[in-house]
């Protein structure tokens, strides 16, 4: 009798798993995120991406620019967070500036890449006279996508020419967030 009972239930539950797994709650949207599991991609690697950092227009001492990041890869990787940036010197040794990664214009997200894609953030800091105590003085920034490393060279658009005197100066540095769109990443 058991048997009989086991037989005849589990090919019904089957049945009711299977249908359940076919239909959509009632209050699910398609899209929303409640039905939508966001992918989640390996993280892009150093080597997978490139970086170009414009100036923006500033004032003298509040100086702004755009970073894109862009997957020069072929594979698909997500960033998260914040990128760290380092402003270098002439003799292409990182110069100590103080540094607060903000959630500007908003909070930290994955935002994931296809080969070409790219994410973006605003860079703001407060220009100084060099020889100013606490002003650093560099000719270039460096980035990379972990903390206190070497990082690689930035393509820098919109800066001073002649970047061999060290003529980009920082008293202090903030650093936005990722984010999957350039809307409103260097207005706050």
């Not at 919109?158 to 984010?179: D, V, W």
Request: charged content about 15%; some cysteine; proline content about 6%.
């Amino acid at each position: 009798m058991t048997r009989r009972l086991l037989s005849i239930t589990l090919p019904a539950v089957t049945v009711l798993a299977a249908l359940g797994a076919c239909a959509r709650p009632a209050d699910s949207v398609p899209g929303s995120a409640a039905n939508a599991a966001a992918p989640r991609y390996e993280l892009c690697g150093i080597s997978d991406v490139s970086v170009t950092i414009a100036a923006q227009p500033s004032t003298e001492t509040a100086q702004t620019a755009l970073v894109t990041l862009t997957n020069t890869g072929t594979d698909t990787c997500s960033v998260d967070g914040w990128l760290s940036i380092m402003l270098v010197n002439v003799a292409n040794n990182q110069v100590k500036v103080p540094t607060i990664l903000v959630d500007q214009p908003g909070p930290a997200a994955e935002v994931p890449l296809a080969g070409g894609e790219s994410a973006y953030a605003g860079i703001k800091w407060t220009a100084c006279a060099k020889g100013e105590a606490k002003c650093s003085a560099g000719n270039a920034l460096r980035y990379d996508l972990a903390v206190a490393t070497v990082g690689l060279p930035a393509v820098m658009e919109g800066f001073p020419k002649n970047r061999k005197r060290n003529n980009l100066t920082m008293r202090s540095l903030e650093i936005g967030s990722l984010q999957a769109t350039r809307t409103g990443v260097t207005d706050w």
